[in-house]
């Protein structure tokens, strides 16, 4: 981070241990980075419950959400009630985004982001999943146990500005899919054989022209076809060229993140050499 968030840790740590931190050796993202936060306190916690640092995320509902826990949840999504507080735009775009990851088989709870709590089960549960390129609000559903709802109002922005732009919005949207879901192959092939029908139509059509003579002569629907099936098989190849290179990533088994300083409290210790979920 380019301000002083580890500077305030650091601080807080010094002056109580029950304020503890730990701060990557770069930056691998958002979700890599709520990960080892989760990770590391897996086998330290009863339970844990993560929220963005932009005070908008609702603190009250972290009360009702140690409560459904207490009542038997082992995941507990905080779910916005409404989007009052966002602008046309972003509400616009928002729902475009729940709308696309779940058509394209990504199965995400609506209008939650990253607030909600984890059992430890559940922490133990999400360490079994082992890649790189995540996608929480996709893997976290896909754990299992029993899990609840707390609704609440997101509050406007204190400070700063939004980290999600439109593009990177539909670069996150496009890492779930594809770290979730084999669903745009399926479409590639149901486009193919659709294609195909046409053609065959096409065809039929040609020779009845013939036949009865009226032959059209004209270059332009072969070259608007031409142009559109190209368009579409260059569009296919790199749906199948982005889940190729992602298999790639994936196999050379790299750490998703590695962890330069652990502040913690020498009681309380957590062993944090694990390659499979992060490197210390």
């Not at 409404?82 to 088989?105: E, P, V, W």
């Amino acid at each position: 981070s380019s301000d002083r968030t580890w500077e305030l840790i650091e601080s807080y740590h010094e002056k109580d241990l029950l304020y503890q931190g730990i701060k990557l050796s770069r930056n691998r993202g958002h979700q890599n980075a709520l990960m080892a936060g989760l990770m590391t306190v897996r086998t330290l916690c009863d339970m844990a419950i993560s929220m963005d640092a932009d005070l908008q995320d609702d603190v009250d509902a972290i009360d009702k959400m140690i409560l459904k826990f207490q009542e038997g949840a082992d995941v507990v999504y905080g779910v916005r009630s409404s989007r009052k507080t966002d602008t046309f735009f972003k509400k616009t775009t928002a729902q475009t985004f729940y709308r696309l990851m779940n058509t394209m088989g990504a199965q995400t709870v609506y209008n939650h982001a990253d607030f909600r709590l984890l059992s430890r089960r559940a922490l133990v549960g999400l360490s079994e999943f082992r890649e790189v390129n995540m996608f929480l609000r996709g893997m976290v559903p896909l754990v299992g146990f029993p899990s609840d709802v707390v609704y609440y109002e997101r509050a406007e922005r204190f400070a700063g500005t939004s980290k999600y732009p439109l593009k990177k919005m539909i670069r996150f949207a496009m890492e779930g899919i594809t770290s979730l879901s084999t669903e745009p192959i399926q479409w590639i092939t149901k486009l193919g054989f659709f294609i195909f029908l046409v053609s065959i139509a096409f065809l039929i059509y040609t020779l009845v022209q013939h036949a009865t003579g009226h032959t059209e002569v004209g270059w332009s629907s072969t070259f608007i076809s031409i142009w559109a099936i190209g368009g579409l098989i260059m569009i296919s190849l790199g749906v199948l060229g982005d889940y190729i290179g992602r298999i790639y990533l994936e196999t050379k088994a790299r750490p998703r993140y590695i962890i330069e300083t652990y502040l913690k409290d020498p009681d309380r210790e957590v062993d944090l050499i694990d390659p499979a979920v992060g490197r210390r």
